[in-house]
């Protein structure tokens, strides 16, 4: 009976699961980027905070996996949008909040609700997170 022999192939399985990663957690990311863009609540008047919507750092190498970063980018507003929150003047006695009809009201404070778009988004790409590693593991390519 012939021997065989165990052939190791450890570091090119860790460099494929790897690629499988950076690939699962991009495509991840770019579809919460879509979905953040295309299922928000508010009223889009000028497209900024939308557009600002994106991928930052695609995934890289990390000690323990990949790491990938999506939100918004260059948007001053998008998280109190988020989150919601309390705006009050910094340099000024009150808040000049300009109206439709051109007059401007006077506030000493207005209270943002939170309006999620991102989070939403991630709650529902995340769990699809493991599925997409996995059929980039395969060969095979993502679909969502």
Known sequence: MAR???VW???QVTA???AAQKDGVNRTMAACV???????G???RTGVLEGGID???YAEPIADGVKGVWGVRDVVYALIHE???VIVPKRAKALAIPQPDGGVVFAQSVTIPKNPYLRPAADVQYPLLAGRIRKSYRGGQSNG
């Open 4 to 6: 065989k022999s165990l």
């Open 9 to 11: 192939r450890g570091k």
């Open 16 to 18: 494929k699961m790897r």
């Open 34 to 40: 879509t979905q953040a863009k295309g299922s928000h």
């Open 42 to 44: 508010w009223k889009n």
């Open 55 to 57: 991928v930052i750092d």
């Open 83 to 85: 989150l919601g929150g």
